[in-house]
C-alpha cells in the first residue's frame, strides 16, 4: 500500500496545460511537472510559452509546447489529436487560459462582452468536451478548471460582468461534467483563486484598485501564482480520488464576508 506523499505523485501522467505561457498556468505547470507529469503547454503566446517550456526543462522536467487558440474548436482537435498521437493519452486537463476586460456593462462593446464569454467559457467547454473524449475512452481523467472567486462575489471596485457571469458558469459547468462523466472515472474539479498577481492584475495593482482589493483581503496581500501549485498537484493526484464537482478556494480569505 503506498503511503500518503507518494498519492501526490505524478510520475508518467500526461498533463495538458491552457495559458501555461505564463502566470497562474505557467506555475501550475511548473508544480505538476516537480510532480513528475510531462507537461504539454497550449498557449496562443509562443513566446512565453516556450521560455515557460526551457524553465520546466531546465529543471530536469519533461514539456512540450502546441500552439493553440482555446476559441478555435480547430486548434484544439488539433492539438489533442497532436498530443495523443505523440504521448498516447491526455491523464490531467488544467484549463486556465483567460482574459478580462474591465469595461462599465452600460458602455461595454459586443465584442468586448463576446471574448470574455468566448475564451473564459466557450473554449474551457471545448477543450473540456475534446479531451473529454479521450479520457471516455481511456476510462481515466482529471479536469481542473481555473474558475475565480468572482464566479461566487462581485469584485470591486473595477466593473467587469462579464469576467464575473463567464466564471459563474464555469464553477456550474465544472459540476455538471463531475456529474455526467464521474461514471467515466473522470474527474472535474476547479480551483477559485482571489487576486493573484500576474499579469491579468498588473494594472490594478499599480492603482487604487489594487489597495482597495488588499484591504478587502482578510490576509491583507494578494496571492502568488506558486500558492496554487499545491492544489492542483493534488487534484491532478490520486491524493484527491474522492474529489469531484468541488469548487475550491484560495483566496486569503477575501470570499469569508
Ligand atoms: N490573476 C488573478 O488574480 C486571477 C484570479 C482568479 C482567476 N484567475 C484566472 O486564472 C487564469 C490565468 O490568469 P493569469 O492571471 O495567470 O493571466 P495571464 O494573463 O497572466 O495568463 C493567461 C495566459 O492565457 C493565455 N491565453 C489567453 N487567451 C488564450 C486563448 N484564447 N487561447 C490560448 N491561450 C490563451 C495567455 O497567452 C497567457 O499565457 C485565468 O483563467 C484567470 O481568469 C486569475
Request: charged share 20%.
Amino acid at each position: 500500500m503506498s503511503n500518503v506523499i507518494d498519492t501526490f505523485r505524478l510520475v508518467g501522467k500526461m498533463a495538458l496545460i491552457t495559458g501555461g505561457g505564463r502566470g497562474i498556468g505557467k506555475a501550475i505547470s511548473v508544480a505538476l511537472a516537480e510532480a513528475g507529469a510531462t507537461i504539454i503547454i497550449m498557449d496562443k503566446d509562443e513566446v512565453s510559452a516556450r521560455n515557460a517550456i526551457y524553465e520546466i526543462q531546465g529543471n530536469g522536467g519533461s514539456a512540450f509546447f502546441l500552439k493553440g487558440d482555446v476559441t478555435s474548436n480547430k486548434d484544439v482537435i488539433e492539438v489533442v489529436k497532436q498530443v495523443v498521437k505523440q504521448l498516447g493519452r491526455i491523464d490531467v486537463l488544467v484549463n486556465d487560459a483567460g482574459i478580462v476586460r474591465n469595461v462599465k456593462a452600460e458602455e461595454m462593446s459586443w465584442s468586448d462582452w463576446f471574448d470574455v464569454i468566448n475564451v473564459n467559457l466557450n473554449g474551457l467547454f471545448l477543450m473540456c468536451q475534446q479531451v473529454g473524449r479521450q479520457m471516455i475512452k481511456q476510462k481515466n481523467g482529471s479536469i481542473i478548471n481555473i474558475s475565480s472567486m468572482s464566479a461566487n462575489i462581485v469584485n470591486w471596485p473595477q466593473p467587469q460582468c462579464s469576467y464575473n457571469a463567464a466564471k459563474a458558469a464555469v464553477s456550474h459547468l465544472t459540476k455538471s461534467l463531475a456529474m455526467e462523466w464521474a461514471m467515466h472515472n473522470i474527474r472535474v474539479n476547479a480551483i477559485a483563486p482571489g487576486y493573484i498577481s500576474t499579469e491579468l492584475t498588473k494594472y490594478g495593482l499599480t492603482t487604487e484598485w489594487g489597495k482597495t482589493w488588499i484591504d478587502l483581503t482578510p490576509q491583507k496581500r494578494v496571492g502568488t501564482p506558486e500558492e496554487l501549485g499545491g492544489l492542483a498537484v493534488y487534484l491532478a493526484s490520486e491524493a484527491s480520488s474522492y474529489v469531484t464537482g468541488s469548487i475550491i478556494v484560495i483566496d486569503g480569505g477575501y470570499s469569508i464576508v
